[in-house]
Structure formats: structure tokens, C-alpha cells
């Protein structure tokens, strides 16, 4: 966190050890998208927070961050947009709205909100990529 690290993160970054419980690159100066294998990892702790990250998420991210309250998941202050991953909308500890352009639509007949509902700005986010 916060050690002034600049450029991006290659995209084809390996799977990441199993025994590895979080990862936290937040502060600094980090571009261009964020690899899959950061997204898709059973991690405990993610936080990107407060780069310039940008590009849209994949859909089959990490369930852990839903399925375990102790998991923390921090990307705000970046530059995503696109639709929020489903598997987010009851994940307890989130914050990822803050800072990004996120449409929060999900579904193909029926548009649902896509919000995880305990993000600080759940109730005031004001959805906006397009």
C-alpha cells in the first residue's frame, strides 16, 4: 500500500499460490485492467483501491468475497466501469462504487439493479458507463 508503484499489472499474471490470503496494492499509481487472476482468486483481502485501474470485470469473479464476512474487497477510486459482477450484490465488506462508472444492470429480459447493497454509497450510487 502506498509505495508509489507505477504501470500495470501484466494481464496474463499467474494463478496465484493457494496459500496466499490477500493482496493490497492500494494508493499508488497502477493502470490498465485488473488481471483475472486477482479477480477469479479465493482471497480474504483485495484492496486496488485508489489507483487508476480501468476496463471492465469479468463475470466469473471470486464468490468468497459474498460467501465469507470476513472477506474485505476495496477497488474505489479507480476507473471501472461495466456491469458489477452478480456474485458481489450481498458480499459484506465491499467497497466499489466510490470513484467508478459502474452501470449496475444485470439480466438480458428482465434489468435487475446489480448494487452490493452494503457498499457505503449503495443507497446514493448513481449509475453511469456507458
Known amino acids: 500500500s502506498g509505495n508509489s508503484l507505477t504501470g500495470s499489472l501484466p494481464s496474463s499474471l499467474p494463478s496465484l499460490p493457494s ?9 499508488n499509481l497502477l493502470t490498465g485492467a485488473i488481471p483475472d487472476a486477482l479477480l477469479t482468486a479465493n482471497l480474504t483481502l483485495l484492496d486496488l483501491s485508489f489507483n487508476r485501474f480501468g476496463g471492465t470485470l469479468p463475470s466469473n469473479v471470486a464468490t468468497s468475497f459474498a460467501t465469507n464476512a470476513d472477506s474485505q474487497l476495496s477497488l474505489q477510486v479507480n476507473r471501472l466501469s461495466g456491469a458489477l459482477p452478480v456474485a458481489w450484490v450481498d458480499a459484506v465488506q465491499i467497497n466499489v462504487l466510490e470513484g467508478n462508472v459502474f452501470d449496475c444492470k444485470s439480466g438480458h429480459l428482465i434489468e435487475t439493479l446489480n448494487i452490493p447493497v452494503h457498499d457505503p454509497l449503495a443507497h446514493t450510487y448513481a449509475c453511469g458507463s456507458s
Not at 496459500?19 to 494508493?27: A, Y
Open 19 to 27: 496459500g496466499l490470503q490477500g493482496v493490497d496494492l492500494s494508493h
